[in-house]
Nanobody, 126 residues
């Protein structure tokens, strides 16, 4: 299993970025896919999760701090997870990771409950 993130970078406050997470050896459909982030000196936190299957989206959730600004999506055909980030703020600065586990719960599972992780991509907002 390999999850490879891309799309990070440096952007000014108010700008946008789109992160991608390409999966191999694992299907993004039929599994819980999530985006996490770890700001400097802080713990890793859940940002958004999604569960899709058969072309339908069954579950989406966001941490309160990104609601209305970030959108998680899953392209089943490309087996790729995305995170569209708009209206970025300096406090969004972090290393962003994608992660996977079989099911999504009613709330975010802690990072330790995820089976597979990408290597992370840096997002810096100034």
């Amino acid at each position: 299993v390999q999850l490879v993130e891309s799309g990070g970078g440096s952007v000014q406050a108010g700008g946008s970025l789109r992160l991608s997470c390409a999966a191999s050896g694992y299907t993004t459909s039929g599994n819980c896919m999530g985006w996490f982030r770890q700001p400097p000196g802080k713990l890793r936190e859940g940002v958004a999760v999604i569960y899709t299957g058969g072309g339908s989206t069954y579950h989406v959730d966001y941490v309160d701090s990104v609601k209305g600004r970030f959108t998680i999506s899953n392209d089943n055909a490309k087996n790729t997870l995305y995170l569209q980030m708009n209206a970025l703020k300096p406090e969004d600065t972090a290393v962003y990771y994608c992660a996977a586990r079989p099911t999504c719960g009613s709330s975010f599972f802690p990072p330790r409950e995820y089976n597979f992780w990408g290597q992370g991509t840096q997002v810096t907002v100034s």
